[in-house]
Nanobody, 131 residues
């Protein structure tokens, strides 16, 4: 069974950067789509970004409009780790960030945006952006 553990969250000023990591254990994650979601206080969990499987395929990615151009998702299969590089952070980015592993292996372009398409979640890491 796969387990996911996020790290890298913290407090940063607006305009700053953070890199989140999601280390997986239990099996390789290279053959499964993965995503990042976030949940701000009093709000529902929302999609941030997803990346398709990368086991011999070119990775596909997609982003929520609110983070496009500022956030980048990528994998290091050798480290079995997913990353989220966040630049130009805004106070509205303040939330708990969760990484997730898709329920199905999917096609090479499968990048699910719906939380129900994921069945394994980390415990989350807090990101706070001060103005």
């Amino acid at each position: 069974q796969v387990q996911l553990a996020e790290s890298g969250g913290g407090l940063v000023q607006a305009g700053g950067s953070l890199r989140l990591a999601c280390a997986a254990s239990g099996r390789s994650i290279s053959n499964t789509a993965m995503g990042w979601f976030r949940q701000a206080p009093g709000k529902e969990r929302e999609f941030v970004t997803a990346i398709s499987r990368s086991d011999g395929y070119t990775s596909f990615v997609q982003y929520a409009d609110s983070v496009k151009g500022r956030f980048t998702i990528f994998r290091d299969n050798g480290k079995n780790t997913l990353y989220l590089q966040m630049n130009s952070l805004e106070p509205e980015d303040t939330a708990v960030y969760y990484c997730a592993l898709a329920r199905a292996y999917g096609s090479s372009s499968y990048t699910p945006r719906v939380s129900g398409e994921y069945d394994t979640w980390g415990l989350g890491t807090q990101v706070t952006v001060s103005s």
